[in-house]
């Protein structure tokens, strides 16, 4: 077929090819989520439906596109993990960011109604999107490490917060002062003096986040088969294996979880 005389704009494309064998990790955060948690009143510090909301984004996203091994969520952000195997599209990192946050971000506003049935979303929510590569795997379990560790700060932080606020009747800045300069040893004293909160008995969804990873279930199903030599359908039960996600919200900092689950970054995985 002629080429049109418009065909030389395609040599302006750029190749953004991800460095073979390193791990590709591509992290969406929720755009200006501080005001749409207000708009639609989130409960403070951790709403529950907010965050399950989320997972189920993340569960979406790991089962509609390919080679994800494994994925860690916070507040309003999701980061996935590609293998360092992958050939999805090539390895295009825009391609990899792209597919990500638009599944997530049309995952988020389909999903709603099922967790907040009471809540009416009043405007279309964003998410932003970068891509970061990993050349090994203690580089990977380290930035997955920093995320946690971010959500277990963070998570401390406003449980004193809004219990100083809430419960202790100090208005915001009252409660920022209280906190300014604090260790974490200061702040689980705070909560368990004042409000007798002992922060290790908090949901351990809102202290460690929640880790999505494959597992292999077996399914059994009945199947009505022909043999060659009867005349009548015989029912059988055929087996099969397959693979779901499951989430864990669990500590991936120490190196229990990697023992446990060898199988995630395995070369074959
Ligand atoms: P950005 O990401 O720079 O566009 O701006 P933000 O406002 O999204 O900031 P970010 O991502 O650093 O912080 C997340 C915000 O989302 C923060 O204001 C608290 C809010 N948020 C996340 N999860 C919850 C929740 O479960 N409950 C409430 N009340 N707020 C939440
Ligand atoms: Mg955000
Ligand atoms: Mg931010
Ligand atoms: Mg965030
Ligand atoms: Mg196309």
């Known amino acids: 077929m002629a080429k049109s005389k418009f065909e030389y704009v395609r040599e302006f494309e750029v190749l953004d090819t991800c460095l073979r064998n390193c791990w590709v990790v591509v992290r969406v955060d929720g755009r200006n989520f501080h005001r749409f948690s207000d708009q ?36 309003d952000e999701y980061s996935f993990v590609f293998h360092k195997k992958s050939n999805w599209y090539k390895r295009r990192a ?19 109604k099922e967790f907040f049935p009471d ?14 590569l990993y050349p090994n795997e203690q580089n990977l379990k380290d930035y997955l490490s ?3 560790a971010d959500c ?37 004293e705070m909560l368990f003096s004042e409000f007798n909160i002992n922060y290790n008995n908090e949901p351990v969804l809102y202290r460690k ?11 059994v199903s009945k199947k009505k088969i022909k043999l ?4 009548e359908e015989k029912e059988v039960e055929v087996s ?18 990697w023992e446990e689950h060898p199988d995630i970054l395995a070369e074959d995985g």
Not at 119 to 132: E, N
Not at 209 to 219: A, D, F, M, R, T
Not at 228 to 231: A, F, I, T, V
């Open 40 to 75: 639609h009143h989130f409960v403070k510090p951790n709403d529950i439906r907010a965050l399950q909301l989320m997972n189920r984004c993340a569960e979406n996203v790991m089962n509609e596109l390919e080679d994800i091994c494994l994925a860690y969520g916070q507040s």
């Open 94 to 112: 825009s391609k990899f960011m792209t597919h990500v946050v638009s599944q997530f971000a049309s995952s988020y506003v389909f999903f709603w």
């Open 119 to 132: 809540q009416a979303i009043l405007y279309p929510p964003g998410f932003d999107g970068r891509v970061v």
């Open 146 to 148: 920093w995320r946690q």
């Open 152 to 188: 277990h700060i963070n998570n401390l932080y406003n449980t004193v917060f809004w219990s100083l606020v809430q419960k202790g009747g100090l208005t915001p800045s009252e409660a920022q002062k209280r906190l300014r300069g604090s260790v974490a040893a200061e702040k689980n």
């Open 209 to 219: 986040g929640s880790v999505l990873i494959w597992q292999k279930v077996n399914e």
């Open 228 to 231: 060659p030599n009867e005349d």
């Open 240 to 257: 099969r294996w397959r693979s779901e996600t499951v989430q864990l919200h669990c500590d991936i900092i120490g190196n229990e979880f």
